[in-house]
């Protein structure tokens, strides 16, 4: 079964606007993980924010946020104020548990326009 | 460096040869992953190390595929006979195991074609 549903299209986005990138997840496991990486033409998975299970807050990193709803089982991510370095592959990933693997989405591609 | 270097960036290899990969992790990360990303997906895992101890597999990494850590350092992935099918990006990464939030850092990856 996946574990992580990432089923958005590639998405324009105008410069300096805010785009949310939707992640649905699917655990039994009380105890999780849930990260977002960017992925440039480079190939380098790039770390961006990061949200516990028992975080009580949505995690913020400078411009960017997590949308987690844990009963809906969504961490959706939020950029705001795109710039065209945001041009990029995101991808979800989830840890569950003591395990250490993280599991991927298939991703999604976003395309900055000045 | 701070990074996580992987090498060579690129390879590519006629069917049937053997190619190594291999991956130094940020110092002092003691965690040490190797992934599998094809075309249009995201990366799979394939394999974990705790120091030197080669901890889980996935069932991914057939019996051609082998991967080592001997020092606790450096790791590198095997491939032996190589097929088409093993056509994709090679990702290593590697964490600090602290208890809380353990994020991986990933290099640039090594690009396998096989033709």
């Known amino acids: 079964a996946q574990k992580i549903t990432q089923t958005q299209p590639g998405m324009f986005v105008q410069e300096k606007e805010a785009v949310t990138l939707d992640c649905t997840y699917d655990t039994s496991d ?31 990193e400078g411009r960017y946020s997590l949308n987690f709803q844990k009963a809906r089982k969504s961490a959706n991510l939020v950029i705001s104020a ?15 548990g003591r395990v250490n693997r993280l599991a ?10 000045p | ?50 120091n030197e101890a080669q901890l889980e597999k996935s069932r991914l990494l057939s019996d051609r595929f082998s991967a080592e850590r ?19 990006m090679y990702l290593c990464a590697s964490s600090l195991s602290t208890g809380g939030q353990t994020e991986a850092f990933f290099g640039q990856g090594t690009r396998l074609t096989v033709v």
Request: charged share 20%; glycine share 10%; with cysteine.
């Open chain 2, 1 to 50: 460096d701070t990074g996580v270097s992987q090498n060579p960036r690129h390879k590519i290899t006629k069917r049937g040869q053997n190619v190594t990969f291999r991956c130094d992790p940020i110092s002092e990360h003691n965690r040490l992953y190797w992934y599998r990303q094809t075309l249009g997906q995201g990366p799979e895992f394939l394999t974990y190390f705790q």
């Open chain 1, 104 to 113: 991927f989405g298939k991703g999604n591609q976003v395309v900055v326009i």
């Open chain 1, 30 to 60: 009380p105890s999780y993980g849930l990260f977002w990486y960017k992925q440039p033409s480079s190939g380098e998975m790039i770390f961006l924010i990061y949200q516990g299970s028992y975080d009580q807050q949505n995690a913020t």
């Open chain 2, 70 to 88: 001997p020092k606790g350092s450096f790791s590198t992935l095997e491939i032996q006979r190589t097929e088409q099918g093993d056509s994709a």
């Open chain 1, 82 to 96: 795109s710039q065209l370095g945001d041009s990029a592959m995101y991808f979800c990933a989830m840890r569950e």
